[in-house]
């Protein structure tokens, strides 16, 4: 069964950082672009940042450019996608989804180009 499986959430102050990863079990998701999207109470899922197949194409919403930093590592058993994120604000509170998406180009920004999600982790970002 192909799954992906987000952890690393939680509580954090502001100015604060976490890093989320994002286990795929899957061999083949190495040839997947992957992003990450967060969905805040009473508000549509949005995109937060993607990468493409191999790791040297990133791209990112505005509101998180310069704080937030996606990357993945296609081992040789696993493939793990990462969203460092720094400088942490109250409004980047909400759950972040790990998705996968057949494209491997890795630049799609709708919910619905990506075919596999993870069930979710909550960044709550409060003092």
């Known amino acids: 069964q192909v799954q992906l499986v987000e952890s690393g959430g939680g509580l954090v102050q502001p100015g604060g950082s976490l890093r989320l990863s994002c286990a795929a079990s899957?061999?083949?998701?190495?040839?997947?672009?992957m992003g990450w999207f967060r969905q805040a109470p009473g508000k549509a899922r949005e995109f937060v940042a993607s990468?493409?197949?191999?790791?040297?194409?990133?791209?990112?919403t505005d509101s998180v450019k310069g704080r937030f930093t996606i990357s993945r590592d296609n081992a040789k058993n696993a493939v793990t996608v990462y969203l460092q994120m720094n400088s942490l604000k109250p409004e980047d509170t909400a759950v972040y989804y790990c998705?996968?998406?057949?494209?491997?180009?890795?630049?799609?920004?709708?919910?619905?180009?990506?075919?596999?999600w993870g069930q979710g982790t909550q960044v709550t970002v409060s003092s």
């Open positions: 998705a996968a998406d057949k494209l491997a180009l890795g630049w799609n920004r709708n919910p619905s180009d990506y075919e596999y």
């Open positions: 899957e061999r083949a998701f190495s040839t997947y672009g």
């Open positions: 990468i493409n197949w191999s790791g040297d194409r990133t791209y990112y």
